[in-house]
């Protein structure tokens, strides 16, 4: 295990972005002989616009987005277990960047891999990346957004 990085925590949204992010963590995990802890947060202010009108239809949209996360989490891990590398999920709910340093920490991470995406959502809203970058407990690989 090369420079003390024995726990990779890869933070994934399933985007493109991710995808790119993702071939990255593996190929540190394989180089570095790193477990890769696979982490999707469903964000709750981002189902039905976080509208405090839809109660049920928020849990049952919840649910169903936990649900499909936990099958793409799965199918991720399992080609990354098949290649060789160990690798776990995680799947968790709340604010993103909160919940990537708080996974990162629980996991004893030694490194966070990361997308960033770019454009005007980015310029005007901030980016999780920025924030999981600047409270992170280790140091973070941010991986641009493919052209």
């Not at 999981?132 to 493919?146: G, K, W």
């Amino acid at each position: 295990m090369a420079a003390g990085f024995a726990r990779i925590l890869m933070a994934t949204d399933f985007s493109p972005c991710a995808e790119a992010a993702w071939a990255t963590a593996q190929r540190l995990a394989r180089a570095l002989g790193a477990e890769l802890t696979l982490l999707h947060v469903v964000s709750e202010s981002g189902l039905l616009g976080g509208a405090p009108f839809a109660g049920g239809l928020a849990a049952e949209a919840r649910s169903e987005a936990a649900k499909e996360a936990q099958g793409q989490l799965a199918a991720w891990a399992a080609a990354a277990s098949a290649s060789g590398l160990v690798a776990r999920t995680d799947l968790r709910a709340g604010p993103p960047h909160e919940q990537i340093v708080e996974a990162a920490t629980a996991a004893g991470a030694d490194l966070i891999v990361i997308g960033i995406h770019g454009g005007i959502r980015r310029a005007v809203l901030g980016s999780v990346a920025d924030r999981v970058i600047r409270l992170a407990p280790c140091p973070v690989v941010a991986v641009r957004e493919p052209s």
